[in-house]
Nanobody, 115 residues
Framework: QVPLVESGGGLVQPGGSLRLSCAAPRSIFSIYVMGWYRQAPGKQREWVAYITNGGSTDYADSVKGRFTVSRDNAENTVYLQMNSLKPEDTAVYYC?????????WGQGTQVTVSS
C-alpha cells in the first residue's frame, strides 16, 4: 500500500476553476469508492466528494453544484473539477478511498483561492 499522488492544485482567483487529478493503484481503484478530502489551515480534514466504481457521486453541501468528481477507469484516475471557487475553498486537497484508509494519505495538492 502506497500513498496516493494528487496533482493540479495552484493559485486561482475567486470565481475561477481548477481540475485536480489522482492516480490510484488498480488494486484499489477498481474495487473501492474513491473520495476527495481537504484540510484548510487550522482546521480538521473534511470530506469533499466521492464516486463509486459505478459512477454514483455525492458531495459535501459546501461544494455541491460547484465541484464535480469523475473517474477514468482505463487510467485508474479520479478527478475533481472545481468551478466558482471561493476563498473558503483554500486548502490542501487529498484523494483516498471512501471511507479513507490511513496508509493512502499522500502529500496532497495545495489549492489557494485569492485575488
Amino acid at each position: 500500500q502506497v500513498p496516493l499522488v494528487e496533482s493540479g492544485g495552484g493559485l486561482v482567483q475567486p470565481g475561477g476553476s481548477l481540475r485536480l487529478s489522482c492516480a490510484a493503484p488498480r488494486s484499489i481503484f477498481s474495487i473501492y469508492v474513491m473520495g476527495w478530502y481537504r484540510q484548510a489551515p487550522g482546521k480538521q480534514r473534511e470530506w469533499v466528494a466521492y464516486i463509486t466504481n459505478g459512477g454514483s457521486t455525492d458531495y459535501a453541501d459546501s461544494v455541491k453544484g460547484r465541484f464535480t468528481v469523475s473517474r477514468d477507469n482505463a487510467e485508474n484516475t479520479v478527478y475533481l473539477q472545481m468551478n466558482s471557487l471561493k476563498p473558503e475553498d483554500t486548502a490542501v486537497y487529498y484523494c483516498n478511498q471512501y471511507p479513507p484508509l490511513s496508509t493512502y494519505w499522500g502529500q496532497g495538492t495545495q489549492v489557494t483561492v485569492s485575488s
